[in-house]
């Protein structure tokens, strides 16, 4: 007898489609509702062709470069000191693309109602594809307010900070006609308290505003270290100050910044991040010496808000994935998608998804109008409620789609994984969540009107009892100063809570609505996502966020 007729184990069967190819903007009736809701409509020519690259070439390139994560280089073969980051090529192809639409550069070069917001949609749908590239994309977008506090400086950076070109070359910036900028703050003995710093800066002739300074230290995280250049912070005669780091001198040479190591991180693995030493490193310095915290918060308000995009858009990857895994996978005879308790998961992701996603577009509006004094209450305010709260859903939103597929959520194979480990990173960088917090409290009480700003937003809850109800609550709550840094973050979720309510009853889809009231403000309030109470348009709720079949 032939035994190898029967040699074939099993039949490969109720396996899920690969989703390959799929126009991640297409995909997203909350994405394509949102950018006309708040202005960005004239670009979303713009955002279906970046969702059909998001979702395919640069999806796949994703995976690449993480696959094969930057090498560090102290010395070339012959033992000269070269400083040298080499990439996969697929990350050089995600950086080129994002550029060459550009997400780095868009507000900044076509200045318009409605240009953060379409910037915010086109960052929000290359971070579905890869994240790692989304550090120095940020860093260069948020370098432009602060960079313009330095004419002098500006006059010459600007036009290479916001071209649509992406020159990798190891080059002085003279020889690139596109640059990209990182940042380099924090120093092991202070974190988060960059007053702390001990980094000196020494005024090579005149001191001031736009003059060279030499800098001697040491700092524990800088981002992106191929940047052609950094904005610091070191210390001056007059305090903490905000200088402009090129990694080449004016006569061609390398500047005196060395790379010590390359950080190895939880996640972001194509992203090269690295502690450096400055040893007498040329620099230029931004603005007045002394008023670094406040020149470099210009800069730093913009990332904390890409920190939304990018968490938003995580969560959103996570949904698509466990949308398109239920729709094709059968268990006892039954597609998952159509059992109720699947059901139940999965529209609370959805849930989750779109409003996290609302208050991000919400705010990229507010950036639209940076001379309207409400708007410009509103988003420094929101900026932290939003980078609290958006980040720290993020991690457990994404354990739980990965649930959704069970043990292929869990394997290297599917992005889950990258996702997961790529979550945490948002709610750490530019400040964690008591940062954040503390940041809400200070704003509140501190910048006046702030307050007023946010309840007209909320405006009594818009005529719902349920949200008329959780603003007084709020009124409450604020009007009880005492132990409020105590309680910080308990605030911090409320007003969250109360802006994505009135947000999503604005926008006007009353299965939305209804359905994050009830489930997050009122007595039903889970503590898991699947604990939906009964009732619900879970059908209506799917649907806008259901990949095709």
């Known amino acids: ?40 409509g004239w670009a979303e020519e713009r955002l279906d062709t970046y969702g059909a690259l998001a979702g395919g070439p640069l999806i796949a390139a994703g995976v690449l470069a993480n696959e094969n994560p930057p090498v560090f280089h102290s010395h070339d073969r012959y033992g000269r000191r070269i400083d040298q980051i080499d990439f996969h090529p697929a990350y050089h192809e995600l950086m080129r693309t994002a550029v060459r639409h550009g997400i780095p550069s868009l507000p900044w070069t076509h200045p318009q109602p409605g240009a953060h917001v379409a910037r915010a949609a086109l960052m929000y749908l290359h971070n579905q594809a890869e994240a790692g590239t989304s550090c120095p994309l940020t860093m260069t977008f948020a370098s432009v307010p602060a960079l313009r506090h330095q004419p002098t400086v500006a006059t010459q950076w600007l036009p290479k900070v916001t071209a ?30 960059v007053r702390a710093n001990t980094t000196q800066a020494h005024a090579i002739g005149a001191s001031g505003p736009g ?43 390398h500047n005196q910044i060395y790379i010590q190591r390359l950080k190895n991180k939880l996640g972001n693995r194509s992203n090269a991040s690295s502690e450096v030493e400055y040893r007498g490193a040329l620099a ?8 670094g915290v406040a020149n470099i918060l210009t800069m730093v308000g913009m990332t904390r808000f890409d920190c ?37 998961v999965l529209a609370d992701l959805a849930l989750e998804s779109e ?25 420094r305010l929101v900026t932290a409620v939003g980078k609290y709260w958006i980040c720290k859903r993020a991690p457990a939103f994404i354990n739980e789609a990965q ?53 007209d937003a909320l405006d009594e809850g818009r005529g719902d009892p349920l949200l008329h109800a959780y603003v007084v609550r709020l009124k409450q709550e604020l009007a009880r100063p005492d132990d409020a840094p105590y309680r910080a973050r308990q605030l911090t979720e409320t007003i969250a809570l109360a802006l994505q309510a009135r947000l999503l009853l604005d926008a006007g889809n ?21 604990s939906l109470p009964t009732g619900l348009a879970l059908g209506a709720l799917l649907h806008r966020s259901l990949p095709p079949a």
């Open 1 to 40: 007898m032939l035994w190898s007729q029967y040699a074939e184990t099993h039949e490969v069967f109720n396996q899920v489609p690969p989703l390959e190819g799929a126009n991640l903007y297409r995909l997203d009736l909350p994405l394509q509702e949102g950018i006309h809701r708040y202005g960005g």
């Open 164 to 193: 649509t070109v992406y020159d990798p070359a190891n080059a002085p910036m003279e020889a690139k006609s596109g640059v990209t900028i990182g940042m380099a703050m924090t120093e092991k003995q202070g974190g988060t308290d």
């Open 211 to 253: 003059e060279a300074y030499e800098l001697v230290g040491h700092k524990w995280f800088c981002s992106a270290p191929m940047c052609d250049a950094f904005l610091t912070l070191a210390q001056t005669p007059r305090g903490l100050s905000c200088f402009l780091l090129p990694r080449f001198r004016p006569d061609g040479s």
């Open 284 to 291: 230029w310095l931004m603005g007045e010496e002394g008023r």
């Open 308 to 344: 939304m995009i990018g968490s938003s858009s995580l969560m959103r990857q996570a949904l698509t994935q466990a949308l398109h895994h239920c729709a094709h996978r059968k268990v006892s005879g039954k597609v998952l998608a159509e059992q109720p308790l699947m059901q139940n």
């Open 355 to 379: 409003a996290a996603l609302v208050l991000t577009l919400r705010m990229a509006k507010a950036l639209d109008w940076p001379t309207d004094e409400g708007e410009a209450a509103f988003a």
């Open 403 to 455: 649930e959704c597929l069970g043990g292929a959520g869990y394997i290297e194979d599917s992005i889950l994984p990258r996702l997961y480990r790529e979550a945490p990173v948002n709610s750490i960088w530019e400040g964690s969540g008591n940062v954040q917090c503390l940041d809400v409290l200070r704003t509140l009480s501190r910048e006046p009107g702030v307050q007023d700003v946010l309840f």
């Open 510 to 530: 009353n299965a939305v609505s209804d359905a994050f009231l009830v489930s997050r403000l009122g007595d039903a309030r889970g503590c898991v996502y699947g």
